[in-house]
């Protein structure tokens, strides 16, 4: 009994460590433990081990993406451009009626500029380019656009072979050209019976009106303005020109314009 009484403190049978877990080990790392840092390199480096163990199926990927590409490249057809440049000044009735000249330079240009390109565009040209080359079937229809601040208008046709490009530009603006002549005589005698009528009209309000009438100088002013335009159109009529000019005819062009390479 007295080895059994002990004096003070009592003492734990196992030992104690105090600065490590027993056996030397090192401390147990929890995740509150870990930085971001780590974490993030931790991350990284298990993307990475997976990326390299799968570099066959990336590289065969690319490769597929690759020889896609060619494929579909190789495959579209080869397209080549060509085009013809016109100077397409307003037409003579625009110029000689318009009622002032602010109103030739502003919306009059724009509106007849894309009447214009309506008309290098439109069906009565289309047909007519197809029976002048005699083609089986309507041929490709052109694009026309108008060069800004100019009166410039530039026809691009594509085909798949380049002479055959350049002769539908070509044929294109011949036959444009051929049509506008034609409505600006139409336009013209059309003008010409409209001003003689009012002429006309004049003539027979100046006879009732007294040589002392306050209005008879307006009148005669009128009257001098209408045949001095009526002698204008009468020339424009005489020439029967379209009023177009050819600034650069089509050439075969020798490189496509697609498939881009």
Same mark, same amino acid.
């Given at each position: ?21 027993c056996g030397g080990q090192p401390p147990i790392r929890t995740a509150d433990s870990v930085s971001p840092v780590s974490r993030l390199a ?9 990326? /390299? ?12 993406? /690759? ?24 037409? @003579? ?25 309506? /008309? ?35 026809? @691009? ?11 539908l530009a070509q044929a294109y603006a011949d036959t444009y050209m051929a049509t506008r002549a034609e409505q600006v005589t139409v336009e ?7 001003l003689g009528a009012t002429i006309g009209r004049l003539q027979a309000q100046l006879a009732q009106t007294p040589d002392t009438s306050a ?13 001095? @335009? ?32």
């Amino acid at each position: 009994i007295r080895d059994r009484v002990v004096t003070g403190v009592q003492t734990c049978a196992l030992p104690i460590c105090l600065t490590s877990p027993c056996g030397g080990q090192p401390p147990i790392r929890t995740a509150d433990s870990v930085s971001p840092v780590s974490r993030l390199a931790t991350t990284l480096n298990v993307h990475w081990r997976t990326v /390299v163990s799968q570099r066959h199926m990336v590289q065969a990927a690319v490769v597929a993406c /690759v020889v896609s590409a060619v494929v579909l490249s190789l495959a579209q057809p080869t397209v080549y451009e060509a085009s013809v440049e016109l100077i397409v000044p307003p037409r @003579t009735s625009t110029r000689v009626l318009a009622d002032s000249p602010a109103t030739v330079t502003g919306s009059a240009l724009e509106r007849g500029t894309r009447n214009e390109l309506a /008309v290098i565009e439109g069906d009565v040209v289309r047909t007519a380019v197809q029976a002048a080359l005699r083609l089986p079937s309507a041929p490709e229809p052109p694009v026309a656009t108008a060069v800004r601040r100019t009166d410039i208008i530039r026809i @691009t046709v594509r085909n798949a072979d380049p002479a055959s490009a350049a002769a539908l530009a070509q044929a294109y603006a011949d036959t444009y050209m051929a049509t506008r002549a034609e409505q600006v005589t139409v336009e013209l005698t059309t003008a010409t019976d409209e001003l003689g009528a009012t002429i006309g009209r004049l003539q027979a309000q100046l006879a009732q009106t007294p040589d002392t009438s306050a209005d008879r100088p307006a009148l005669e002013g009128q009257l001098d303005a209408a045949q001095l @335009t009526l002698e204008h159109l009468d020339l424009e009529l005489l020439s029967r020109t379209s009023g177009v000019t050819l600034v650069s005819p089509a050439a075969i062009p020798t490189d496509p314009v697609a498939p881009r390479r």
